[in-house]
């Protein structure tokens, strides 16, 4: 049974930073892609940012490059997503995603599995 817990959301002020986290258990964590996904509400689920399983290849929406980096540590077996210079629109849901695979992805059919999911609210 995978099981992806997250961790890490909260309330901040538009500018400021948290770092999600997403720890999984169940398979062989190194030998799947990891990403993050988010959901607003009244918005469809999209992707954000995903690494591959070696961690050597990412990728990330155009909304969060340069704000936004994904990182994991196979030895944890944890997915991570600093979010600095957040702003208003980054409010959403955020879900821990693991693939099919172990390359990157950017659509949730490539998901096999998902987390419960943490709120990231960002006021001005």
């Known amino acids: 049974q995978v099981q992806l817990v ?5 309330s901040v002020q538009a500018g400021g930073s948290l770092r999600l986290s997403c720890s999984a258990s169940g398979r062989t964590f190194s ?6 996904f988010r959901q607003a509400p009244g918005k469809v ?11 050597g290849r990412s990728y990330y929406e155009d909304s969060v490059k340069g704000r936004f980096t994904i990182s994991r540590d196979n030895a944890k077996n944890t997915v991570y997503l600093q979010m600095n210079s957040l702003k208003r629109e980054d409010t959403a849901v955020y879900y821990c995603a693991s693939a099919r695979y172990s390359g990157v992805f950017t659509q949730s059919f490539h998901v096999d599995y998902w987390g419960q999911g943490t709120q990231v609210s960002v006021s001005s």
């Not at 997250?6 to 909260?10: L, V």
């Not at 689920?45 to 961690?55: K, L, P």
């Open 31 to 36: 030998r799947f892609g990891m990403g993050w």
């Open 45 to 55: 689920r999209e992707n954000v940012a995903s690494i591959s399983g070696d961690g």
């Open 6 to 10: 997250e961790s890490g959301g909260g």
